[in-house]
């Protein structure tokens, strides 16, 4: 979803979260990391053959403008992008895709409804409060109590309750066995404090206990952070302050990072993916596993797109690789599933791999009951260029099938509102940390869903979803997503049309930035070079 709405493992990550029954409880096999996982030493000031230097305000660009800093409720990227830096969760995943401790020590399965995580006891808010237990709780129960309408309540709702065993130690009891735990825990886990939340507006003045603190948001213009007066991680963050501006992906954003008005940007124009990236003057960075999954969702309550013909025309229509190149300068790859190739969830199924099919697709609209066609209109983003792109990319195919799409091109708020309350067609839409399967579908198809814009609803796929996330065996979960994935392809309600990378691009004297799979901006570990 625009701005890459929260709302995208290997080895021993957490994809091979393997827990095996067995007598009175769980034990995971071969991979001790489950059982017990320190924090990594993280004062280490070299980054590749870079001595990254105390000190320094870095200045990073990003796309957009967050709509809240409140981390159970904020629902755009840029939001999550800022917040990354005032919050600390229990776990984080590492630039390989592993868990590490941020707030917790030590993390163990007592059964497979029982995880209880040891805390580290010298972390303080930035309000001045010490961190213990109990804001674990809270935080928890906070995102789960309706009255906070958090759009994460979803990915934690099988907790049923979270008991604090002393000021160091809290244990989570599950309603049943829950295999995207850890993955949620790091990936929208973040822990406030009571007393911050309830003494003022926490959209506006966040605080957590993170590597920076915030310092102010100038509407229209930027967000202030500074260095945390005191950080639970020894020799971090390096950076004094950070200032987060928000600025188009265009030329100007290259000419500030020549001119040396930036430092860093989230993001560059896709059609100088290819020069920049070899450009001497910069550092790029970028991962083919970490990235957005883009699709065109239709609304399932509102005609044509009630019609299952009409969806499935739109399906064959499509030339997917044509948008890759026009849309995303050939960049990222063809969409087929909410995860890349380089996924180990990924299954390479493609209902419509054999199209275009212009002859099924017409036929098809013949079956709805339009033989002569029909008219349609998308919601439109001028702000975003990659996704107002395919949508005139798609209106050019979609002529050749006899439907003539319109494009209504309106501001992104306006877009969110629309899109959240099924007051439209057809649009582009993107889901962002999409790790683990379950954080897409539980979130974006399952009927209820809190992101499900699309008001699709099966019960068989219900079932199944909920089938996958309460199992633990990475096998038997991923026979179980190749089902939901081949009925939700054929029903298309959504259609994966690019898998979209990240482009990181920073002057020469910044060190310590990766693309994570998480897409998490955390800068605790970037600086400036000494030399």
Known sequence: MPDHQSAHPRALSRRTLLLRGGGLGITALTMPWLLEACGQDSSTSSAGDATIRAGGNLRAALTGEPDSLDPAVSSVYTGAQVYDNIFSKLLRFDPEGKFVGDLATKWTADDDKTWTFDLVDNATFHNGEKFTAKDVKYSFDRI???????SYAGLFSTIDSVEVKSDTQVTFHLKSAFGPFLTNLANNGEIVNQKAIEADDPARKPVGTGPFSFVEWVQGDHIKLDKASAYHKEGLPHLDSIEFKFMLVDQSRIDALSGGELDWADAIPLQQVATLSKDPRFTYKTSAVAGIPDFLAMNTKKAPFDKLEVRQAIGWALDRDAIRQVAYSGTGEVGVEEVPSGS????????????????????????????????????????????????????????????????KQVDVSVWFDAFSKGDYQ?????????????????????????????????????KLIDQAAHMTDEAQRKALYTQIRGI?????????????????????????????????????NVGFTSN
């Open 144 to 150: 789960l109590n309706p009255k906070t309408a958090s």
């Open 344 to 407: 180990s969830w990924y299954d390479g199924q493609d209902f419509y791999e054999s199209g275009p099919d212009v002859a099924k697709a017409k036929q098809l609209l013949a079956d709805a009951g339009y033989p002569n066609g029909l008219s349609i209109e998308y919601l439109g983003l001028p702000q975003y260029p990659e996704l107002l792109k395919t949508g005139v990319t798609v209106a050019d195919q979609l002529k050749a099938v006899g439907i003539d799409m319109k494009i």
């Open 488 to 524: 939700v392809q054929e029903e298309a309600p959504i259609i994966f049309v690019h898998f979209e990378t990240i482009h990181y691009l920073m002057n020469k004297n910044v060190a310590g930035s990766e693309v994570t799979e998480a897409l998490e901006l955390n800068l605790e």
């Open 426 to 462: 057809i649009t582009s839409a993107y889901q962002e940390r999409t790790i683990d399967p379950d954080n897409f579908y539980a979130l974006v198809l399952r009927s209820g869903g809190p992101i499900n814009t699309t008001f699709y609803s099966n019960a068989k796929v219900d």
